[in-house]
């Protein structure tokens, strides 16, 4: 519906369609609206450092998830079946790495802006969103809170076979939360290459460690 | 209360006599206190500008936000009903410097004022009170510094 | 520095520091307490004052005034209640124009090199006049209405396509602007986030920008809280002035008919 | 040259409440540019206000006061129409003096 087009040959500027439907006392169809919308999108934003145009060329599922009502059932299912198919599970089977690094990446806001210098690890943006430990009360609510995390799941030893399910359902949630939710506003850590596998295991750590505070305190 | 031209009397006698004693350091009228604000600790502060360790006081009403959701602007305001308060210092315990500033007051003004400070990090902010006859008094309050937005 | 709204003693007499309870507030609490104290005493009438001058002031290679030449849609030279109803259509531009970028119109026309100008900096050179600007005639319609026309379809297709914009989800975040905008209630860190998608009420969302930020001590007019907006999306880099901003504009302008404007107000 | 002072002095019950805002970077002298340099400090060192001419008030202050510093307090016996004058000079020299009329 809005991808941005990239031959040119059809981008009409929106003063013609203006022309075109002046006079007119209706509302402009959503079809006009939606090519001016392109047009308006290709014509009004530059690069900038590490920020390209490519950025806001859409893949399939940003397309879908860009209306002011959600994409149908059908699509939704079929987004999270593709995306599933992208998490990159950890090689050698370690989930949790250090929940003190994990602390800090959930502190860290930065990352990818075009004020951002390039080939600087990006932060994890966590506390923005989640509440997640209870020493920090500077904390977002777009998410769920996340304060004991592994504690409420019943984590008491990540390594017994029994935690099992709950470490490959948060890893991939990490890695990719649109495998479980088409249209999450999470961003795809893992996937879009915002945080590496060594990170996002701290990042686990900090949710499923029973020695992080998440869960101690 | 004093009147003015007594309180001013006063306090050049008190001022003359410390200076004599090398009490008091020969800070001119409009001298900017330089080891004060050099000042990396409250004692080095209260050092700075030669007084006594100041006792807490509850007449001084002492206003600032338990959460300052950004550090560059910390607003804070104090009034008092203690008698003849000649200055108030504002001091931040955890700056890279303490003393943030000084107001001194004449007759003709309440000893009362606001401003707006600078804090690196959640700290204790003091409003230390001086008066006429070079007594002490402060009041304190912890003010927690977040990080209010999306931290990029 | 209009409408004094004295309240010294009152807030001398209730001190939050001195006797007070032991009850903890909570963070909110402590945020509103924060922003009460910061209400009084807004830099940007530095900012306002400044710009009164500058709109009175004949500059430029043709040398005039804007208080003689500048159209903001109310008529040559009227300030008040223009902010109010900005977005809206310009016939001698043939486009829908928000303040700012009606404002480099203006300044085309005494002879300033708008390209030029809308490629500085935030900050630097006459995007420095531009905040002034923006702040005195912003606070020329303090406490009025927002009331943008829709009356012609220009402005009418704006609001639709600043609808689609600000559902458009890009950059490797993934990020619309209703991804932290499309609910109530919802907040980042501490900073509650107005529900753009409906109209949020009287001086929050688009009725309290331009507004000083504490935070850089700088005056921000809407096109640059758009822009960094769109920095923490990830997006790339909206020119200034350019015709996305002021679709979005117009869409929240448009939800946001009825609210009174603070604007410019104090921000973090 | 520095932008102007906005005062605001207003009689209020046996005084005038006075609001100050002066145009100011107040920089901290602790923070580096983009080339890594330390930003030297700049700061107001100094602020009177005087009321009909006489100074009433006076401030000493270091990097810590905020930018764009604000500044309120209360003048006594003050009625509308007496000048209330504020100065202040900063670390490089620079001054200035703006005044208002209790209203």
């Given at each position: 519906m809005m991808t941005i087009m990239t031959t040119t040959t059809r981008i009409i500027i929106p003063l013609a369609w203006v022309a075109l439907i002046?006079?007119?006392?209706?509302?402009?169809?959503a079809q006009e609206a939606d090519q001016a919308t392109q047009a308006i999108m290709k014509n009004s934003f530059r690069e900038q450092g590490i920020a390209k145009l490519d950025r806001i060329q859409q893949d399939e599922l940003q397309q879908a998830c860009s209306g002011e009502k959600p994409p149908s059932e059908a699509t939704a299912k079929r987004i999270e079946a593709a995306q599933l198919a992208t998490v990159q599970w950890p090689a050698d089977g370690?989930?949790?790495?250090?929940w003190r690094e994990g602390e800090k990446l959930a502190q860290n806001g930065r990352g990818m802006t075009w004020s951002d210098p390039a080939g600087v690890p990006s932060g994890g943006n966590c506390y923005n969103c989640h509440q997640i430990t209870?020493?920090?009360?500077?904390?977002?609510?777009?998410?769920?809170?996340?304060?004991?995390y592994g504690k409420l799941r019943g984590v008491t030893d990540p390594a017994a076979p029994a935690s099992a399910e709950m470490l490959k359902y948060t890893w991939g949630k990490i890695w990719n939360?649109?495998?479980?939710?088409?249209?999450?506003?999470?961003?795809r850590f893992g996937h879009a290459g915002v945080l590496n596998a060594a990170q996002i295991r701290d990042l686990m750590a900090l949710l499923l460690d029973p020695k992080s505070p998440v869960n101690a305190q | 209360m004093q009147n003015r031209r007594e309180m001013v009397a006063r306090s050049a006698t008190v001022a003359l006599l410390l200076a004599g004693a090398g009490v008091l350091p020969a800070r001119a009228q409009s001298a900017w206190p330089k080891a004060a604000f050099d000042g990396k600790s409250i004692d080095e502060v209260y050092k700075g500008l030669g007084i006594a360790k100041p006792v807490e006081s509850k007449d001084i009403a002492f206003t600032a936000p338990d959460i300052a959701e950004n550090g560059a602007v910390v607003p804070i305001g104090v009034t008092t009903t203690l008698p003849g308060v000649k200055r108030i210092a504002f001091l931040v315990e955890k700056n890279p410097t303490t003393l943030a500033g000084l107001f001194d007051f004449t007759e003709?003004?309440?000893?009362s004022v606001k401003t707006r400070i600078k804090m690196q990090q959640t700290s204790n902010v003091l409003a230390v009170a001086i008066t006429s006859d070079d007594k002490v008094y402060y009041a304190q309050k912890e003010v927690k510094v977040t990080l209010g937005g999306c931290g990029g | 520095m209009k409408a004094p709204a004295l309240a010294l003693a009152v807030s001398f007499a209730a001190p939050f520091g001195h006797g007070q309870t032991n009850n903890a507030p909570s963070a909110a609490d402590g945020i509103a307490q924060y922003r009460a104290l910061l209400?009084?005493?807004?830099?940007?009438e530095l900012w306002e004052a400044k710009g009164e001058a500058l709109w009175k002031q004949k500059r430029g290679a043709k040398n005039v005034a804007f208080s003689d030449t500048c159209d903001l849609g109310k008529g040559t030279g009227v300030v008040k209640g223009a902010f109010v109803e900005l977005p809206r259509y310009f016939a001698d531009t043939r486009r829908v124009q928000d303040l700012e970028s009606r404002l480099l119109s203006c300044m085309e026309a005494q002879g300033y090199n708008a390209a030029e100008i809308a490629a500085t900096p935030f900050g630097r050179g006459e995007q420095l006049d531009l905040e002034a600007l923006v702040a005195y005639v912003s606070a020329e319609s303090k406490g009025m209405k927002f009331n943008l026309p829709q009356a012609r379809p220009e402005e009418r297709l704006m609001f639709e396509v600043g609808k689609r914009i600000f559902y458009f989800r890009g950059g490797p975040y993934d990020f619309s602007c209703a991804s932290c905008h499309g609910e109530a209630g919802k907040r980042i860190r501490l900073q509650e986030l107005p529900d753009l998608t409906k109209n949020p009420g009287d001086g929050v969302g688009f009725a309290a920008w331009p507004a000083y930020r504490v935070s850089s001590g700088e005056l921000w007019g809407m096109q640059r809280r758009l822009n960094d907006c769109y920095r923490q999306q990830r997006f790339p880099f909206p020119g200034y002035g350019s015709d996305a901003t002021i679709a979005l504009a117009t869409y929240m302008g448009v939800q946001g008919k009825g609210s009174v404007s603070i604007a410019p107000s104090i921000k973090r | 040259m520095s932008d102007p002072m906005r005062i605001r002095a207003q009689a209020q019950g046996s005084g005038a409440v006075v609001r100050v805002l002066m145009s100011h970077e107040m920089e901290t002298g602790q923070r580096k540019d983009a080339a890594g340099k330390t930003i030297p400090a700049w700061h107001i060192t100094e602020m009177t206000a005087a009321l009909n001419g006489k100074v009433v008030l006076s401030g000493e202050w270091g990097t810590a006061i905020a930018k764009n510093p604000f500044t309120e307090f209360v003048v006594k016996g003050a009625k509308a129409g007496d000048k209330i004058t504020v100065n202040w000079v900063d670390n490089r020299g620079d001054k200035r003096s703006d005044e208002a009329v209790v209203a």
């Amino acid at each position: 519906m809005m991808t941005i087009m990239t031959t040119t040959t059809r981008i009409i500027i929106p003063l013609a369609w203006v022309a075109l439907i002046a006079g007119c006392a209706a509302a402009p169809s959503a079809q006009e609206a939606d090519q001016a919308t392109q047009a308006i999108m290709k014509n009004s934003f530059r690069e900038q450092g590490i920020a390209k145009l490519d950025r806001i060329q859409q893949d399939e599922l940003q397309q879908a998830c860009s209306g002011e009502k959600p994409p149908s059932e059908a699509t939704a299912k079929r987004i999270e079946a593709a995306q599933l198919a992208t998490v990159q599970w950890p090689a050698d089977g370690a989930f949790l790495g250090d929940w003190r690094e994990g602390e800090k990446l959930a502190q860290n806001g930065r990352g990818m802006t075009w004020s951002d210098p390039a080939g600087v690890p990006s932060g994890g943006n966590c506390y923005n969103c989640h509440q997640i430990t209870k020493a920090e009360i500077s904390y977002g609510t777009i998410g769920p809170s996340l304060y004991q995390y592994g504690k409420l799941r019943g984590v008491t030893d990540p390594a017994a076979p029994a935690s099992a399910e709950m470490l490959k359902y948060t890893w991939g949630k990490i890695w990719n939360a649109k495998a479980t939710n088409a249209c999450s506003n999470m961003p795809r850590f893992g996937h879009a290459g915002v945080l590496n596998a060594a990170q996002i295991r701290d990042l686990m750590a900090l949710l499923l460690d029973p020695k992080s505070p998440v869960n101690a305190q | 209360m004093q009147n003015r031209r007594e309180m001013v009397a006063r306090s050049a006698t008190v001022a003359l006599l410390l200076a004599g004693a090398g009490v008091l350091p020969a800070r001119a009228q409009s001298a900017w206190p330089k080891a004060a604000f050099d000042g990396k600790s409250i004692d080095e502060v209260y050092k700075g500008l030669g007084i006594a360790k100041p006792v807490e006081s509850k007449d001084i009403a002492f206003t600032a936000p338990d959460i300052a959701e950004n550090g560059a602007v910390v607003p804070i305001g104090v009034t008092t009903t203690l008698p003849g308060v000649k200055r108030i210092a504002f001091l931040v315990e955890k700056n890279p410097t303490t003393l943030a500033g000084l107001f001194d007051f004449t007759e003709a003004v309440e000893p009362s004022v606001k401003t707006r400070i600078k804090m690196q990090q959640t700290s204790n902010v003091l409003a230390v009170a001086i008066t006429s006859d070079d007594k002490v008094y402060y009041a304190q309050k912890e003010v927690k510094v977040t990080l209010g937005g999306c931290g990029g | 520095m209009k409408a004094p709204a004295l309240a010294l003693a009152v807030s001398f007499a209730a001190p939050f520091g001195h006797g007070q309870t032991n009850n903890a507030p909570s963070a909110a609490d402590g945020i509103a307490q924060y922003r009460a104290l910061l209400a009084d005493g807004n830099p940007a009438e530095l900012w306002e004052a400044k710009g009164e001058a500058l709109w009175k002031q004949k500059r430029g290679a043709k040398n005039v005034a804007f208080s003689d030449t500048c159209d903001l849609g109310k008529g040559t030279g009227v300030v008040k209640g223009a902010f109010v109803e900005l977005p809206r259509y310009f016939a001698d531009t043939r486009r829908v124009q928000d303040l700012e970028s009606r404002l480099l119109s203006c300044m085309e026309a005494q002879g300033y090199n708008a390209a030029e100008i809308a490629a500085t900096p935030f900050g630097r050179g006459e995007q420095l006049d531009l905040e002034a600007l923006v702040a005195y005639v912003s606070a020329e319609s303090k406490g009025m209405k927002f009331n943008l026309p829709q009356a012609r379809p220009e402005e009418r297709l704006m609001f639709e396509v600043g609808k689609r914009i600000f559902y458009f989800r890009g950059g490797p975040y993934d990020f619309s602007c209703a991804s932290c905008h499309g609910e109530a209630g919802k907040r980042i860190r501490l900073q509650e986030l107005p529900d753009l998608t409906k109209n949020p009420g009287d001086g929050v969302g688009f009725a309290a920008w331009p507004a000083y930020r504490v935070s850089s001590g700088e005056l921000w007019g809407m096109q640059r809280r758009l822009n960094d907006c769109y920095r923490q999306q990830r997006f790339p880099f909206p020119g200034y002035g350019s015709d996305a901003t002021i679709a979005l504009a117009t869409y929240m302008g448009v939800q946001g008919k009825g609210s009174v404007s603070i604007a410019p107000s104090i921000k973090r | 040259m520095s932008d102007p002072m906005r005062i605001r002095a207003q009689a209020q019950g046996s005084g005038a409440v006075v609001r100050v805002l002066m145009s100011h970077e107040m920089e901290t002298g602790q923070r580096k540019d983009a080339a890594g340099k330390t930003i030297p400090a700049w700061h107001i060192t100094e602020m009177t206000a005087a009321l009909n001419g006489k100074v009433v008030l006076s401030g000493e202050w270091g990097t810590a006061i905020a930018k764009n510093p604000f500044t309120e307090f209360v003048v006594k016996g003050a009625k509308a129409g007496d000048k209330i004058t504020v100065n202040w000079v900063d670390n490089r020299g620079d001054k200035r003096s703006d005044e208002a009329v209790v209203a």
